[in-house]
């Protein structure tokens, strides 16, 4: 997920006809959070890297490998980004990928995340500058973190529950 000065304006309530001032930064410096999530344990693990590429995602796929419980094996459900499916990643032995068809987010359930981020705590700033996205970005993740059943809401489904098979 890209968060930087150039903010997502989301929706916000106010009186019908109206139109609520909302802040705008058009400047470019960003950050990138590379999460994921267990909704069986109610757990996650993420990096905040500065760029999307092969080395964030070899970083947080060794933070996922560390955040496994011994003996156990992670799916990684992802889409098909260039750095998600390059052959240039070390891939855990306990992690398998799950890579999405194209163009089906509905499917990821990190969209569900994303989404709960920015519009809790991500979407309608201004960052004064690098290390203000950054403290943004760890901020809003611990707070989901601290929150397990809704780390589960945001992750459940059905298709992948290997224990209804």
Same mark, same amino acid.
């Given at each position: ?11 916000? &309530?106010?009186? $019908?006809?109206? $139109? ?13 959070? %590379? ?25 947080? /796929? *060794?933070?996922?490998?560390?955040? #496994?419980? @011994?003996?156990?094996?992670? #799916? /990684? ?14 891939? @855990? ?7 999405? @068809? ?11 995340? &994303? ?10 700033? #201004? %960052?004064?500058?690098? *290390? ?8 809003? &993740?611990?707070? /989901? ?21």
């Amino acid at each position: 997920m890209r968060i930087g000065q150039k903010t997502q304006r989301t929706r916000v &309530w106010a009186r $019908r006809g109206t $139109r609520p001032r909302q802040v705008c930064d058009l400047r470019t410096g960003c950050a990138y959070l %590379f999460g994921a999530i267990c909704p069986e344990r109610r757990t996650g693990a993420a990096v905040v890297m500065q760029r999307a590429d092969t080395e964030g995602m070899q970083h947080h /796929l *060794d933070e996922i490998s560390a955040n #496994v419980s @011994p003996g156990a094996h992670a #799916v /990684l459900v992802l889409d098909q980004a260039g750095w998600h499916t390059t052959g240039k990643l070390r891939k @855990p032995d306990n992690i398998t990928l799950l890579p999405l @068809p194209p163009r089906s987010p509905e499917l990821n359930p990190a969209e569900n995340v &994303w989404e709960y981020l920015r519009g809790r705590w991500l979407s309608n700033h #201004v %960052f004064a500058d690098y *290390d203000a996205i950054l403290d943004a970005v760890c901020d809003a &993740w611990n707070r /989901l973190i601290a929150e397990p059943d809704r780390i589960q809401s945001l992750g459940a489904r059905t298709w992948a529950n290997c224990s209804q098979a």
